[in-house]
Each structure stands twice: as structure tokens, then as C-alpha cells.
């Protein structure tokens, strides 16, 4: 009898100590996707300003590297915190003849 109490005690512990790093994992990974949330959102701004700047509307940007302008309206305001590939953002950076840095630079303008 006292195996089994001590076997259940030790499940508890266990289950807590899992509870506690589940948590921990959590909040952690909750940083990170905010705080790329965050740059991605940066990026479309820069993308918004550069292409504005240009005169260029999301139509003819998005014609002229092959994406659609929705994609590109999604970029624009951070997609969501979803990534998109350097690829494409190279693309963005050479049709609006700006150096890839000025998009992924942290300070903005």
C-alpha cells in the first residue's frame, strides 16, 4: 500500500513539474512570435513607405514581382506574424531599388 502512495506521489510531481515547463515553454514561445510579429510588422511599414514613396500602388508593385496584391497587402501590414521568404523580400527590395537592409534594419526610417 505504501508503494502505490508513493508511486501516485510521485505521478503528481511529475505531472506538476510537466505542467510547470508546458508553461514556461509556452510564455517562452509567445515572445518570440510576438517579437517577430513585431519585426514583420516593421518590415511591411517600410515596404507601405519605400513603395508609396516610389508612387508605386500594391497593384503595380505586386505586377511587377509576379504576386498578388492581396499577398502583398498582407506583407504590408506583417502577415499576420506569418513569415514570407527572403526570396520575396529581395524581389520587393530590387523593384523599388532600395538595398534589402533598409527593410530589415531594426530602426525605422
Known amino acids: 500500500m505504501k508503494d502505490i502512495i508513493n508511486l501516485e506521489k ?3 510531481y511529475l505531472k506538476i513539474n510537466l505542467y510547470k515547463l508546458l508553461s514556461l515553454y509556452i510564455e517562452n514561445n509567445l515572445e518570440v512570435m ?3 510579429a513585431v519585426r514583420y510588422r516593421n518590415i511591411g511599414l517600410k515596404i507601405a513607405y519605400y513603395r508609396k514613396k516610389k508612387g508605386y ?3 503595380k508593385l505586386a505586377e ?3 504576386m498578388s496584391a492581396a499577398y502583398l497587402g498582407q ?3 506583417g502577415n499576420r506574424g ?3 521568404s527572403l526570396e520575396t523580400l529581395y524581389q520587393i527590395a530590387d523593384a523599388l531599388e532600395i538595398e534589402v537592409e533598409l527593410l530589415m ?3 525605422m526610417f
Request: hydrophobic content about 40%; glycine content about 4%; cysteine-free.
Open 57 to 59: 500602388t500594391q497593384a
Open 34 to 36: 510576438m517579437l517577430f
Open 64 to 66: 511587377q514581382i509576379g
Open 10 to 12: 510521485q505521478t503528481i
Open 82 to 84: 506569418n513569415s514570407f
Open 75 to 77: 506583407i504590408e501590414r
Open 105 to 107: 534594419k531594426d530602426e
